[in-house]
């Protein structure tokens, strides 16, 4: 539709006078009027988060394990419960060199990047141009050689009559802060898989300490054993069994320095050094200590698990894509000026003649596209429905993760004493052993049977703390590890265009 204004008849007499078209400034203003009254209208639904019933209570909570020396605060830093300055060092190194989280940053990064090119479809574009030509021209067989020089400067506007730039912008941030809660992810997966790493090593320190004590005791017996031999009193076999018992039990300790090896290769990795550059020396004096983690309500933990936000953030930004869809419904409109100075040389660019210039709106619309548009429109939806999917699976496996490692915590804590029960008495067992068989009122085979019950409950003893040390970083990280969703950017601009309800595509 094009509107033409003009002015009224000149009255006779009096001089013709260039007028402006005022009657064009009020037109403009008027068309200015309404691309703002549609600008409140936003296609699409509006995003509320979906709706997951959420139990009152973990079904394995209680007093799973106590007397606990330290506990997990929500500053973010909760490897420091573990009161281990080697653990502190290690999870810093990880935070600034491990390639995962660089990985994770630069995405996220990216994301914000996306996020502000969506912004910048709110504002106009402006180009300048500048040209220049010399040619020959033939006119009623009159070949004229001239230049001709111009610069112009273009705006052009498209007004967020729909809502679609919106909810673009809607969708960059929450995707932007999806992907912040995916770099916390992945911190967090990382220093819990280092502090598990760790505390696995120091384990395996204790263990390979306790087949030294161990390798002491079966050489001093086998001593015991040859002298008895030699002096009549014990047998040939006697021998040759304390011998057997602690070769045995020397290989073992030698398969237990290819664990440590291994676990300190994926400690030099998760740092960001080659397993060549780093070593990690045995503690005498480590001493571990089994944080108590706040587990909290099953409600907040959909607020302190960075893997529940991220979902919860892309079905939001599922939900903002479905109204870019339904805006393609609607007309567009772009507004667009132009200005500039024309001539034959630059002397007459700033005269009257030369100056060039025109103001331009279209208003467009599709009228047949095969069905792309319902075909986008039902894509997205569809695409959000898989998202609240995801996001309801992802609570569910944290719900289950927190269960099972409360568990696991409360059993091994009752394993535990009934292990340390157990170590007692093979102590005192292979103690009474040795001092018969040194009485000769039984066979070395007694002893024998006594210290394999020994080194197998204080084995298993240092590998249920090894345990109970591995649940207990998985605890921590199944609640969150202290981060909170509050964390996120709340970018200013996203909550200063948050459009009001205005008309949606009907499904």
Known sequence: MTTSFCPPPRPPG???????????????AATLACVLALAGCAAGPDYARPAMPVPAAYGEAGPWKTATPGRVDADGRWWTAFQD??????????????????????????????ADAARAAFWPTAGISVSG??????????SRLGNAHAIGLDVSWEPDLWGAVRRSVEAGNASAQASAAQLAAARLSIQATLAQDYLQLRVTDQEQALYARTLDAYERALKLTRSQYAAGVALRSDVALAEATLSTTRAQAIDLEQQRR?????????????????????????????????????????????????????????????????????????????????GGGFGPWFATPGRIWSLGAALAETLFDGGLRAARDAQAVAAYDAAVAQYKQTVLGGFQEVEDNLATLRVLADESQAQDQAVTASRLAERLALSQYRAGTVTYLNVVTAQNLTLSNERGAAQLLGRQLVASVALIKATGGGWSAAQLDATPVASAMAAPAGPTQPD
Do not use: K, M
């Not at 060092?89 to 491990?98: C, D, S, V, Y």
């Not at 390639?99 to 996306?114: D, G, M, S, V």
């Not at 870019?324 to 772009?334: G, M, N, T």
């Open 133 to 142: 030509d010399r040619a020959r021209t033939l006119s009623n067989g009159v």
């Open 14 to 28: 009096r001089p013709r006078i260039p007028s402006r078209p005022a009657c064009t400034g009020a037109a403009l």
């Open 85 to 114: 300055p080697v653990l502190d060092g290690l999870i810093a190194q990880a935070n600034e060199a491990n390639q995962n989280i660089a990985l994770a940053a630069a995405q996220y990064r990216q994301a914000r990047a996306a």
């Open 262 to 342: 291994q676990l300190q290769h994926a400690i030099a990795i998760l740092t960001g050094r080659a397993p060549a550059d780093f070593t990690l020396p045995e503690d005498p004096a480590w001493r571990p200590a089994l944080p108590q983690a706040p587990v909290g309500l099953p409600s907040e933990l959909l607020e302190r698990r960075p893997d529940i936000a991220t979902a919860e953030r892309e079905a939001a930004a599922a939900n903002a894509n479905i109204g870019v869809a339904r805006a393609a419904y609607f007309p567009s409109l772009v507004l667009s000026a132009s200005g500039g100075f024309s």
